[in-house]
């Protein structure tokens, strides 16, 4: 980033803690519209991220930001579809076939985050990154200061920043929450932690429901893989040179694991789990890219205030099985974006627009966790503002979510807010195609 180097200034109208897609995006839609924001982001990218799916819903974010023609050009594998064996039950969808033209992706979420990133800064929003927030003072009468660690080689030491606004995307690391105390783990039976890395020269399935060597990935389009297993589920998602592949299950599996001995569990789970084991059969193993994440599902009690937000994984974390956590982020940009620009406008108005933006910030939230979440609990979640949101969402875009919700027969609390909204006559399961077995 071309401007990491330079002096951080000592004041701002909105400070931005993290450079995620949440970060990034809201960042990028702020200044676009001339709002003077600083962005700090503690880590430097490209860092270190999960190989991610992501469903076509994501596009008219990009649009909104103006970052599509960045990730149009990067190449990212478009993929076709999904396709899960759960519980013995193969099944499949197209995208294609709920009247999305414009391709889903896999991607390298480094390279991802990276584009999103520099975008923000070519749309004119200052970034410094290697730049840690320790926490935000709210007291001042004046505006928050948030004191930060400069960890930027000679330039290290301590600082702060006053600004008009706080929009916290700093990821799990959550600063605002954690300085709230606001914080809160879901019911015991849905706490899952997730264990990925990545494989060289892995076979992967294309939407014929066959095996395709690796070196095809640009004419035989990739679906998303997920396939049960006695303790949870699998992924498998190809790239362009890597393979992700990530073991999801509840923490009690891992309790008592050190580091090297989940890291033996995931490889020995990748090896013996049907059909995961042949696609990587001949692939190689990237000694030093395991990564693991313990501490989903949660959700923060407090949002939105009049000089503060909380975006995407620093407001909440929900199971990541149908790729709406970067929806998530990317929704939740927007909506901040539009408050934040409103209530620099009319500030006596600012608390009504942070609560605005807090009541679709818990919907989007909701419906994620209804979706995921199945039969269990729905904590932080109002059912009814679940309800009114499925009633606006793009009718494609909520079969589509429907479809993805049979395939894992995961989400009886999204039917039931399906059926409750009215909505329950729908040709989503008419597009789900099951299939009696695989080819690999």
């Known amino acids: 980033m071309t401007i990491s180097n330079t002096e951080i200034p000592c004041s701002c109208d909105v400070l931005v803690i993290g450079g995620g897609p949440a970060g990034s995006s809201v960042a990028a839609l702020l200044a676009r519209d001339g709002i003077d924001v600083v962005l700090l982001e503690k880590a430097l990218h490209p860092r270190p991220q999960v190989g991610e799916s992501l469903i076509p819903h994501f596009w008219k974010y990009a649009d909104l930001t103006g970052a599509t023609p960045l990730i149009e050009s990067e190449g990212f594998v478009a993929k076709a579809g999904g396709i ?9 969808i197209a995208f294609s076939e709920f009247g999305f033209t414009r391709p889903a992706l896999h991607v390298e979420r480094d390279v991802f985050d990276d584009l999103l990133l520099r975008h923000a800064v070519s749309s004119g929003a200052r970034v410094y990154q290697q730049i840690a927030v320790k926490e935000v003072n709210f007291s001042s009468e004046a505006r928050p200061l948030v004191h930060y660690l400069d960890k930027r080689g000679d330039k290290a030491g301590e600082g702060r920043i006053a600004c008009r606004y706080v929009i916290d995307a700093s990821g ?4 605002l929450a954690g300085q709230f105390g606001s914080k809160r783990l879901i019911d015991t039976r849905m706490r899952f932690l997730s264990l990925w890395g990545y494989f060289r020269n892995s076979r992967y399935v294309g939407a014929d429901g066959k095996s395709h060597a690796p070196e095809d990935i640009g004419a035989i389009k990739p679906v998303t893989f997920v396939t049960s297993f006695e303790d949870g589920w699998i992924w498998h998602i190809a790239m362009r040179k890597l393979t992700s592949v990530g073991v999801v299950l509840h923490t ?5 694991m050190n580091g090297s001995e989940r890291e033996q569990f995931f490889l020995e789970t990748c090896r013996k789990t049907p059909y995961i084991d042949r696609l990587l059969d001949a692939a190689e193993y990237q000694e030093g890219l395991y990564c693991e994440r313990p501490d989903y599902s949660y959700y923060s009690t407090r949002l939105c205030g009049e000089n503060f937000y909380l975006l995407g994984d620093a407001a909440s974390f929900v199971d990541p099985i149908y790729s ?4 998530n982020a990317f929704y939740n940009a927007a909506m901040a974006a539009v408050a934040v620009r409103e209530s620099l406008r009319d500030p006596a108005r600012r608390a009504r627009h942070a ?8 919907q989007f939230y909701g419906f994620s966790r209804a979706l995921a979440l199945g ?8 059912a009814d503002l679940v309800k009114h949101l499925m009633r606006s969402v793009p009718r494609r875009e909520l079969d589509l979510m429907l479809a993805a919700s049979y395939m894992s027969e995961r989400a009886g609390n999204f039917h039931r807010l399906i059926e409750d909204a009215g909505l329950q006559h729908t040709e989503a399961p008419d597009k789900i195609h099951f299939m009696s077995r695989l080819e690999l």
């Not at 799990?172 to 600063?175: K, M, R």
């Not at 709406?324 to 929806?327: A, E, F, I, K, S």
Request: glycine letters at 18%.
């Open 252 to 256: 009690d599996r891992a309790r008592g």
């Open 375 to 382: 039969e269990f609990g729905g904590d932080g979640v109002d």
């Open 355 to 362: 609560q605005l933006c807090e009541n679709r910030m818990r």
């Open 172 to 175: 799990n690391g959550a600063v």
């Open 324 to 327: 709406h956590g970067v929806l």
């Open 84 to 92: 899960t064996v759960w519980n013995g039950k193969i099944h499949r």
